[in-house]
């Protein structure tokens, strides 16, 4: 793997109130190299006797870890500092030297960026300075030029994005029309099907409140052939998706020829051939426009096929040859990826989302990602090993909100994704004519039940106004024997009963 290019720069130096009962801020930005360390020097005039060097990690390894202490003598102030490595986590000897006169001195590895402080600890506690340590790469540190037709990704992370700041790719000054996705405070840059057209200079900038702060450069460049290349390519299979298979003679030959076979066999079979200076046809039964030469006539030198849309079934290992040489030899894995159920969702309802690969060449790691207010989440990942068969990986979501809505299956390579595949679920609020739903159940819970309680109301008014109890002959058989007497009785009732 190319080396990562890591800047490590100061974004805010400032010494707090209690140290000199004022902030100062610098605006200046200290830049570092691979090879060139930095340094954080320490206020002059101080008149302690024992200082600390205490770090934080951007990375969250630990929290705050004691680097170093310094002393001084009390005979001679202007002695230098005597360091005592006192790291219990062994970093010291690693990533850190001392710079004598109490400075520190951060060897140029990304892992260094974090939060310094500088305190006096004898005869009391005091902070005295505290920097922020950014450390900036880009992957791959060197780019070098790609066979023509080959998908290739480039990334720049911080390891930490200050407020308001952002990261985007440019391409010869303008924002880059590649495919492009942000994550874990990294700004990926994908390119499908790289030609000539793809070439010319990059940056990846680093823009604070759109001010810029710094950037990497860097130019893509293509190989004049594709002479025994092997690479892989990942396309949707099921969004109307498109793919160039570019096979490209540097010298001029006599005869070309692609054929295709499936990744579970090695049976190949005969896409289409052709002689120099002589008709390109495509000899596949059935396929129609789907599998085309966008050349009718073989140069000796370009022999592409264009294949569109991608489906599914496409999945396969495409080998084009030049005087029975192998050219390029080009892996094709489809991605497919569902919602269900489909269709139109009411917010609330219950979804599942499914990645699909054709098939597994090499090692990935397939990485649902959610947009949330455009900060990217990983919610669920999984690593696959190689395999001839397709691997699927699902999400279920058991509650749709508004915040839900716009996903993504990435395909990671080692640290880097190499495609991109986002999806958008169709949910709504579901309103009835009433309005919701769960709002008219209530009011109609509610409204029973209030006129359960008129009528038990009524009924014991009725029964608390209404006069004495009737006299029954007792000489007259009425059939209807006395009820027992209510719960609820008139004043009338019970002064008559008196």
Not at 70 to 98: C, L, M, V
């Amino acid at each position: 793997m190319s080396p990562a290019w890591i800047i490590i720069f100061l974004l805010e130096l400032y010494f707090p109130a209690s140290a000199y009962g004022k902030t100062i801020a610098t605006q200046d930005l200290s830049l570092i190299d691979e090879v060139t360390p930095v340094t954080l020097p320490v206020p002059v005039g101080i008149s302690g006797t024992e200082f600390v060097w205490e770090w934080t990690p951007h990375d969250g390894r630990f929290k705050k870890v004691q680097l170093v202490t310094a002393k001084r003598s009390k005979s001679y102030p202007g002695a230098q500092y005597s360091w005592t490595r006192t790291s219990e986590h062994n970093i010291y000897y690693r990533n850190f030297d001392d710079g004598g006169n109490g400075t520190l001195i951060i060897k140029s590895k990304f892992e260094n960026a974090g939060h310094y402080t500088f305190k006096q600890i004898q005869p009391n506690s005091t902070v005295l300075v505290m920097f922020e340590v950014f450390a900036f790469k880009s992957v791959p540190f060197l780019w070098d030029s790609v066979p023509p037709g080959v998908d290739a990704t480039r990334a720049c992370t911080i390891s930490r994005l200050p407020e308001s700041s952002r990261l985007h790719w440019k391409h010869n000054g303008s924002l880059s029309a590649a495919t492009k996705c942000h994550y874990n405070n990294t700004a990926v840059i994908i390119f499908q099907n790289v030609d000539e057209h793809s070439t010319g200079n990059y940056s990846c900038e680093l823009l604070k409140k759109e001010t810029y702060l710094h950037g990497f450069y860097n130019t893509l460049t293509l190989k004049t052939s594709t002479f025994y290349s092997r690479y892989t390519l990942y396309r949707d299979g099921a969004n109307r998706s498109e793919v160039q298979l570019i096979c490209r003679s540097a010298n001029r030959r006599d005869t070309a020829e692609w054929t295709w076979h499936s990744q579970s066999s090695s049976q190949p079979i005969h896409i289409t051939s052709a002689i120099r200076n002589g008709p390109v046809g495509i000899f596949v039964k059935g396929v129609g426009q789907h599998i085309r030469s966008p050349v009718t006539v073989y140069d000796g030198h370009y022999f592409p096929l264009y294949i569109s849309p991608v489906v599914f079934q496409d999945a396969g290992i495409y080998t084009c040859y030049t005087d029975n040489y192998v050219s390029v030899n080009i892996t094709l894995i489809t991605v497919q990826v569902s919602v269900e159920p489909p269709g139109v969702l009411a917010i609330g309802d219950e979804a599942t989302l499914t990645c699909t690969v054709s098939g597994v060449r090499e090692r990935i790691r397939l990485v649902w990602l959610r947009d949330a207010d455009g900060t990217v989440v990983t919610v669920k990942e999984e690593t696959l090993p190689a395999s001839d068969s397709g691997r699927s990986l699902a999400l279920f979501i058991p509650r749709v909100s508004t915040e839900q809505l716009k996903w993504a299956c990435v395909v990671f390579q080692e640290s880097l994704p190499r495609a991109y595949f986002p999806i958008e679920i169709n949910a709504e609020e579901m309103q009835t004519a009433f309005g919701d739903p769960v709002l008219v159940i209530v009011a109609c819970v509610c409204l029973v039940l209030l006129k359960i309680f008129i009528t038990a109301l009524v009924i014991c008014l009725l029964m608390n106004y209404l006069p004495g109890p009737v006299q029954i002959n007792s000489h007259v058989d009425t059939g209807v024997t006395s009820a027992p007497e209510e719960e609820c009785k008139g004043e009338h009732s019970r002064s008559s009963s008196g």
